[in-house]
């Protein structure tokens, strides 16, 4: 053997999948791959969709570059390309551009499948890298559609502020000099940094002060609109759409995470992108004169989603979008029954739970809601409540949100407790960690705001951060992970289930989702966060220990690869049970990706129970 064989046999046996293989699979690879130095000037030579090659870089430093010119990754020294052609068939998109000349050891379809064929594990190792990729890049690179821009993306300008001190008539300039129709009030914290208090807009300048006939010496501290609602710079621009249909507002203010002012969003802004049917559609919700236009505009929701699904990056949002036509819904029909049987009798709060509140609603999704009511109410106010909860519930199924199975809904009242009731019963939950208790915890620690007053609701969420679970608390959730599996068996075959008509199916949600869901509340409960969406969660623990980066990473892309299964499988119209996919109905490659992403979910739930039932936190 040559010196050079031997060094080009050194190199390839450290790489993986080979450091783990036979050497017989090391020494066919390197007897039939071909050495190749790439350069800026014959780089667009090597990738051919009709003579597709797997590539491993031996030195230099290679960029793959979408078609969009977005880059996919940096390849090194040990990186691989063209493996996602040669395992799908399909043509090659991507293209690569040279950073530094490369010299690379590039294998031909032949040989690639001959060893894909004699060994498994070479054969896993590029599937669940073409898993990650294909999973990764379709969520990492967003398309310029509304639905897609974070509100930051719009941001032109910096926050324009004044303290609460400013005069009028110094507000009023300060606008004219910035070009700005609006002012964001800020005051500094005990930390000395600003924090948003109230916001002052032209129309307020008008309504509130030229046809009021107020001095404009006085302070901006008596016009402003005090607590507005805001948003974040890293929300989508969907959500602040939907924030200021609901709320009818034209300015909202944008926050960074620690809550410091960033800029103003307007209605004019957010008219520039791309107009959406599913945003015009909450807005005739939100104007709905009754329950029978509610009705029709309910009945619309399965054809917008079928045009809707398909053009969008990000599936999250299409769990957003059913989420906020709910929320929709169910503040129209709260502001209905206002109307006609007059000002509610005290503060309250409507909220949700489950997939709703997890902003995580498909189609078939049914009713969990309740109401949050203050202490110490007499018998006339409950009553008004529960008419509230009765009608409010009974007309969100005739809008096709059916009731829930369980009775979770404010029409009962079991789910219409005071900040005490509803504390107290978590309090039993947490400190008897019955089966029954478990269960609860799973739908209720899901907690989501929808309408009423945002005060009470904050301060029971104060008083629900302060029960600490102990540490029986946790061996008993986590024991419950194990009460569920994944449907893999014996040599990573797909276990299937069959109905009446003997129908083979995979049920996504009982056998997947559900399971992410329980893994990622379990740690987001260890860390006190208190975000409802699993992806909320998940973007949350990256600022803890609890879990690593690559385990947040793959359970996040499991999520939503098992959630687009989902949905196309609700949308496609097949004769299965809800939420469940029929396996034969997939290509090879996608059979392959969906046993990765049930792979990594038993990884990630055998972990958590090994973590948290064994009491190592």
Request: glycine residues 4%; charged residues 25%; hydrophobic residues 40%.
């Amino acid at each position: 053997m040559s010196a050079q064989h031997q060094d080009v046999l050194d190199f390839v046996a450290q790489q993986a999948p080979f450091n783990a293989l036979p050497e017989s699979a090391c020494d066919y690879f390197c007897h039939h791959l071909e050495v190749i130095y790439v350069t800026r000037e014959n780089q667009i030579q090597w990738l051919d969709s009709v003579n597709p090659k797997l590539f491993l870089i031996r030195s230099g430093v290679i960029e793959l570059v979408a078609p969009d010119s977005e880059p996919v990754a940096r390849l090194t020294t040990g990186d691989y390309f063209g493996y996602p052609s040669l395992l799908s068939g399909e043509a090659i998109k991507n293209r690569i551009e040279v950073k530094h000349d490369a010299l690379v050891y590039m294998l031909n379809q032949h040989d690639f499948d001959y060893l894909r064929r004699e060994y498994k594990a070479f054969e896993q190792y590029f599937v669940r890298a073409h898993s990650n990729r294909l999973l990764s890049s379709k969520f990492q690179h967003h398309s310029d559609s509304w639905s897609e821009r974070k509100i930051a993306d719009l941001m032109t300008r910096q926050a324009v502020t004044l303290g609460p001190d400013a005069s009028i008539g110094e507000c009023a300039k300060t606008m004219t000099e910035h070009g700005v129709s609006s002012i964001m009030v800020v005051q500094a914290n005990e930390q000395d940094t600003e924090q948003l208090i109230g916001v002052v807009t032209d129309r307020d300048l008008r309504s509130r002060v030229l046809a009021a006939g107020i001095d404009a010496n006085q302070s901006i501290a008596e016009i402003m609109t005090a607590e507005p609602k805001f948003i974040f710079e890293n929300n989508r621009v969907f959500s602040a759409m939907h924030l200021m249909l609901k709320h009818n507002i034209h300015h909202l203010p944008v926050l960074n995470e620690h809550h410091q002012p960033m800029g103003m969003v307007t209605s004019t802004d957010l008219l520039r992108q791309q107009k959406s049917d599913p945003v015009q559609l909450i807005g005739r919700i939100y104007k709905a004169s009754g329950v029978k236009d509610l009705k029709r505009y309910a009945q619309e929701v399965p054809e917008l989603l079928d045009g809707f699904a398909y053009h969008i990056d990000d599936i999250s949002l299409i769990g957003k979008l059913l989420s906020g036509i709910s929320d929709a819904l169910t503040t129209r029909l709260i502001q209905l029954f206002i109307q006609q049987h007059g000002d509610a009798p005290s503060r309250f709060s409507w909220i949700c739970f489950g997939s709703q509140a997890r902003e995580e609603q498909t189609l078939h999704s049914d009713q969990d809601n309740g109401l949050l009511l203050p202490n110490d109410l007499n018998e006339q106010q409950l009553d008004y409540f529960r008419r509230m909860g009765e009608f409010v519930c009974e007309q969100l199924d005739v809008c096709g949100i059916v009731r829930c199975p369980g009775n979770i809904m404010a029409s009962n009242s079991e789910c219409r407790l005071s900040v005490k009731g509803w504390l107290d019963r978590f309090a039993k939950w947490l400190a008897t960690p019955t089966p029954e208790a478990m269960l609860n915890c799973k739908i209720f620690f899901d907690l989501r705001f929808i309408s009423g007053s945002s005060g009470l609701f904050a301060d029971f969420s104060k008083a629900l951060s302060a029960l600490k679970p102990d540490q029986l608390f946790y061996r008993a959730l986590a024991s419950e992970l194990n009460l569920n599996s994944v449907p893999i068996g014996l040599f990573n075959q797909l276990k299937t289930q069959k109905d009446e008509q003997h129908h083979r199916y995979i049920d996504l949600k009982r056998r997947g989702i559900v399971i992410i869901n329980d893994i990622v509340r379990l740690y987001a409960l260890q860390g006190n966060i208190r975000y409802a969406s699993t992806l909320e969660r998940l973007d949350a623990l990256t600022k803890t220990q609890l879990l690593s980066k690559k385990d947040i990473f793959d359970l996040k892309d499991c999520w939503r690869y098992l959630t687009q299964l989902r949905l196309h499988a609700q949308l496609s119209g097949e004769s299965l049970p809800s939420n469940c996919i029929n396996p034969d109905s997939l290509t090879s490659l996608e059979r392959h990706q969906l046993k990765e992403a049930f792979y990594l979910v038993r990884q990630a739930q055998q972990a958590a129970s090994f973590k948290f039932a064994r009491g190592s936190l």
